[in-house]
DNA sequence: TGCATTTATGACCCATCGGTCATTAACGCA
DNA sequence: TGCGTTAATGACCGATGGGTCATAAATGCA
């Protein structure tokens, strides 16, 4: 019955497999979250046999770790270069470096990646470890920078925004989780909801 | 070799049933989440076989439907009613209101519920949506209420927070967040941070 | 006490999926 | 053109776990 379905002719493309799979692993990861993604899926949509993923990964939380810093290492990188770069006002600054967040995170895969390791996180304690250590801290770690500037140069006066860098992201985070999770029940106009966010910081911030 | 297991006896407790294999479930569901909690180890927690589980609930899903609703509709109706019976300054109202919503979300197993729908609830719309209805929906009611009696009071000054509750509640979910999945790389100080986020809200309020 | 009814059991079924490996085919060098 | 090397394949394996159902035990009523 089953006629041999006229097999693909192979290719032989040693270098460009891995950027290929995991590519079509991240998005579907992105689909399907990490426990509900299926190699053979992930095969399919780079167009090879499961089997060849395995010349190149040696499991399936190898290729999220892939997925990991392919996504994020470019995202901070690019942050980290503007917020060097710029010798303007802090609160001008700091406003910049919050829209490229939600642009980074809420409107970006990106997001995905981050439920990933909210909800399915706990069973792989070297997954989350690698996310945080590849966006969470480094993003931890540049607001307090800005912020530190501000107060250095008399812009900023120090108070619980600036003492706790996590307070300014927390509305970041929460809209990346809101869109994600109850948009369909109640729609957030991001873009308004990030104007709010940074009324709200700049003028508890502000000297 | 296998000794035939001595077999408890078995005991017919149909309407104490359901609320152990529930508890059972939100212990089991909290550990190892939704798609990770095999019916198998409910059963055990319960004390019961696994066939018993589908005299009262239809489904895996039933399952996790029947917690969402032990687990939240407790919690809600507990700080509507402290809010309800409430008639000083709307400040200490906020303060008190955000006070038990870490109680409520970060410092309890609630979180977990949360955890669980931001990760997994993808492809279950129902328990998303359940979830929203129970929980979400009530709280950004209350915040509202809250807020808006403090303008209808004079005490607090229109604003994005005010427009906004979500902006409000954010720090509060992650701060849950965090707790469940970073706070082995870098602990967050629960009480501190709550404070912090009181003191921006607060002062952003005021009049 | 005996029997009908209801509740409980757990072996079993079957679909799923991560990972393996013997086989095949593309490649490039001589 | 032939051959050794190595990338690629996909059938297969074994474990897993949600859900089923024939069987058995508890209960309570007559």
Not at 111 to 131: A, D
Not at 138 to 167: K, M, Y
Request: hydrophobic residues 45%; charged residues 25%; proline residues 5%.
């Amino acid at each position: 019955m089953s006629e041999a379905l006229p097999s693909v002719p192979r290719k032989r493309r040693k270098s460009a497999r891995p950027g290929e799979i995991v590519e079509a692993a991240a998005q579907s990861f992105i689909e399907h979250g990490y426990a509900g993604t299926k190699l053979d899926d992930v095969a399919r949509r780079a167009g090879i046999a499961k089997g060849t993923i395995y010349l190149y990964f040696a499991a399936k939380q190898d290729l999220f770790e892939a997925v990991i810093r392919d996504t994020l290492e470019p995202l901070i990188s690019g942050v980290e270069t503007m917020v060097d770069s710029y010798d303007g006002a802090t609160d001008i600054l700091l406003q910049m470096v919050i829209t490229k967040a939600y642009e980074n995170i809420v409107k970006s895969d990106a997001r995905h990646v981050m439920r990933i390791i909210i909800g399915e996180g706990h069973k792989f304690p070297e997954l989350r470890e690698l996310y945080y250590e590849t966006s969470i801290k480094h993003g931890v770690a540049l607001i307090s920078r800005v912020v530190q500037r501000g107060v250095d140069r008399g812009e900023f006066r120090p108070g619980p925004a600036t003492q706790n860098p996590r307070l300014i992201m927390a509305p970041c985070i929460m809209a990346a989780i809101w869109s994600m999770t109850f948009d369909e029940f109640a729609p957030m106009d991001i873009d308004s909801f990030m104007a709010g966010h940074l009324d709200v910081m700049l003028n508890g911030l502000r000297a």
